[in-house]
């Protein structure tokens, strides 16, 4: 289990714990569940990289404590 | 402003039309290349043209969430607001598809309750296929009649908000909308009457409604028993599925309750901590030591710059990890009664490095989490709602 974070640097930051196995759209439906946001509108990023749902964290390559940006569309 | 809204459009739903598209999509569609090409000074007859070369609907779609044509042509209608006639016409034309479909979508945006059910059901029966543009990029294929069925059942279409529309059968209550009649409904009829003249008087038949009828015979009032019948049959089907939405609408509720319980939750899981600490005390005993000797250290420091640092030294702490425990710091601390200068003479702030480097060895620990933890166990319930894996 690791545990991220993330930041819309507009006042809302959530901690979510989640397993490295999970896809980013796994981690979007949790975001979810935590701000009340449609999973859908949600977009993960890291500077200009948008993460893809798809994927999973490890691939990623995000590990325990990082930070992600979190932007709406 | 370029795209600011017709000045002679009524506004809709008390608002500007241009505000039913939400303001994210709306910017993105203004700032997209069809919309700055192709939809430039449009006005309702040109706009057919346009909606006639269509080939898929779709929200947006790709990593920056581009918007497709068709949400382009629908900002466009409302933008513009085409009479109620020209939309009328876009539905009931026969030869394009996608112009259908967006004359239903954009009438299902600003239309009144009685229109929309009025125009859009008679588009039940159009199954021809349409490409349907998921937000990944990628194409799905979709029937009209299906995507009709979206905007009449759902809230949510083509990264849309829809306006709140009545259930069907409220309306049919008020009397304000008949009942509607499938098209499959005379088919029904006819294979029924087929089956009866199959087999006239079959008296052991297993089911009791069947028996019933058979029952009755041919009574001049049977005919208009059946036609109830059948209504009634219809109207069930709508009130299941008003059932199901109802029960989903209740989880959602439940679900809140839940985290108005978080409360509770938070105090249990300090108190679990506080458990923790005991049982660990003679396992963090040496790192107690250690941070005796710190503690000291840094004492002998303060008093040779001959400075009161018990503040300022909360206040360097790491930021990250401040950040991380601030939650429940101040939670802790609003609990407490003592003020936060009263703490650091009582002791308070001896607790807190501890708890901190407690809290980092367990996540140093290969991070597996303690499966009695209620935040642990609260999210695993939450993933399991999501059809997702427990947390490993």
């Not at chain 2, 919309?35 to 898929?56: N, P, R, S």
């Amino acid at each position: 289990m690791i545990e991220v974070v993330l930041n819309d640097r507009l006042g809302k930051k959530v901690r979510v714990k989640c397993n490295e196995d999970d896809t980013i759209g796994d981690l979007k439906k949790l975001v979810a569940a935590q701000t009340g946001t449609r999973a859908d509108k949600i977009r993960i990023q890291k500077w200009y990289n948008i993460y893809k749902d798809h994927i999973t964290l490890a691939d990623y390559e995000i590990h325990d404590g990082m930070g992600l940006e979190l932007y709406y569309d | 402003m370029a795209n600011r809204t017709d000045p002679l459009a009524k506004s809709i739903h008390g608002t500007n039309p241009q505000n039913l598209v939400e303001k994210i999509v709306r910017s993105k569609i203004y700032q997209s290349t069809y919309w700055k090409e192709q939809c430039f000074g449009l006005t309702a007859e040109t706009l057919v043209d346009k909606a006639m070369e269509l080939d898929h609907t779709g929200g947006t779609y790709g990593g920056n969430r581009k918007p497709t044509p068709f949400l382009c042509l629908a900002l466009k209608m409302l933008q513009i607001q085409p009479d109620k006639d020209i939309v009328v016409e876009f539905i009931k034309n026969e030869d394009y598809k996608y112009v259908r479909v967006l004359g239903a979508f954009y009438l299902r945006l600003t239309g009144t309750v009685a229109d929309v059910y009025q125009y859009l059901e008679p588009l039940y029966n159009d199954y021809r296929k349409i490409r349907q543009k998921l937000s990944d990029g990628k194409f799905t294929l979709t029937h009209v009649d299906e995507f009709i069925d979206e905007l009449l059942t759902k809230d949510y279409s083509c990264d849309t908000a829809l306006p709140r529309i009545q259930k069907r059968w409220v309306l049919e209550a008020s009397g304000t909308l008949e009942p509607r009649r499938s098209a499959l409904e005379d088919d029904f009829e006819e294979e029924e009457e087929d089956k009866e003249d199959e087999q006239p008087m079959e008296i052991d038949e297993p089911n009791g409604r069947e028996k019933h009828d058979h029952y009755r015979g041919r009574s001049p009032t049977r005919d208009r028993d059946r036609d109830r019948k059948h209504e009634r049959h219809h109207r069930d089907r709508d009130y299941d599925r008003d059932r199901d939405y109802d029960r989903d609408y209740g989880r959602g509720r439940e679900r809140d309750r839940d985290r108005d319980r978080e409360g509770d939750r938070d105090r249990d899981r300090d108190r679990d901590r506080d458990r923790h600490r005991v049982r660990d005390d003679e396992y963090g005993r040496d790192r107690d030591r250690e941070r005796d000797r710190d503690v000291r250290e840094r004492g002998r420091r303060d008093r040779d710059r001959g400075r009161r640092r018990s503040r300022s030294r909360s206040r360097s702490r790491d930021r990250r990890e401040r950040d991380r425990e601030d939650g429940e710091y101040r939670r802790r601390r609003g609990r407490g009664s003592a003020s936060p200068r009263g703490r650091a003479e009582d002791g308070g702030p001896r607790d807190e490095p501890k708890k901190r480097k407690e809290k980092k060895e367990k996540k140093g620990e290969g991070n597996a989490p303690d499966p009695n933890d209620p935040e642990i166990i609260e999210m695993n319930k939450l993933r399991a709602s999501l059809g997702l894996k427990p947390l490993k």
